[in-house]
C-alpha cells in the first residue's frame, strides 16, 4: 500500500494540504518586511539561515480576505524548488500525517483555487483540500514576487553600499 505524507493547514476557515516533498520546512512568522508598493498578496520578507524568503499572503492568494496583522498562531510553509525562495503565509500548520491511497480523492478540474486543488484528503475533522503548487503559483505569480524579490534586494544593495 503506498502511503504519501502531507502537511496540513488551515486558512480562510478552509484545511489545505501539500505533499511533504513541495515543503522545505515550517516556520513560525519572524518578523516580515514589507516591500513598497507591493501587491497585497505578498506579505512581505524575512531572513532565514541569511538568505532573503518571499512571503505571499495564502489566503490573498486564493482571493479571500488579505489580513494585514500578523495573528499568533500563523506560520510560514517555505516552498522547495522555488527561486527565488518563498514562503506561504497560512493561518495554521495543523499537522503533518500519512495518508495511504485510498485516503486521497482525485476531484475534477474546475473546482476551486485556481485549479489548485488536484484531491482531498481524509481527515478526522473533515476533508482538507490537495494543492498542487505549480499550479497554485503559477508564471504571473512566480514573474511577481521575482520582482518583488528583486527590488528588496536592489534596496538592501543600495543600503548595504552606503554604509
Known amino acids: 500500500m503506498a502511503i504519501d505524507v502531507f502537511i496540513e493547514f488551515e486558512s480562510g476557515g478552509a484545511h489545505f494540504a501539500l505533499r511533504r516533498g513541495d515543503v522545505d ?87 476551486v483555487y485556481k485549479d489548485a486543488v488536484i484531491a482531498e484528503i481524509s481527515c478526522p475533522d473533515g476533508a482538507a483540500h490537495l494543492l498542487d503548487i505549480a499550479q497554485l503559483l503559477g508564471g504571473y505569480e512566480r514573474e511577481r514576487i521575482r520582482f518583488f524579490f528583486e527590488e528588496e534586494q536592489r534596496r538592501r544593495d543600495i543600503f548595504d553600499e552606503a554604509v
Request: with cysteine; net charge positive.
Open 25 to 111: 520546512s515550517i516556520e513560525p512568522v519572524p518578523h516580515l518586511v514589507g516591500a513598497p508598493a507591493s501587491a497585497p498578496a505578498h506579505a512581505g520578507f524575512f531572513e532565514l539561515g541569511g538568505a532573503l524568503v518571499s512571503v505571499v499572503n495564502f489566503n490573498a492568494l486564493i482571493g479571500g480576505v488579505c489580513v494585514k496583522a500578523l495573528q499568533l498562531y500563523d506560520h510560514l510553509v517555505v516552498l522547495k524548488a522555488f527561486s527565488p525562495k518563498t514562503a506561504l503565509l497560512v493561518d495554521r500548520v495543523s499537522g503533518i500525517s500519512k495518508r495511504a491511497a485510498s485516503e486521497i480523492k482525485t476531484v475534477s478540474e474546475g473546482q
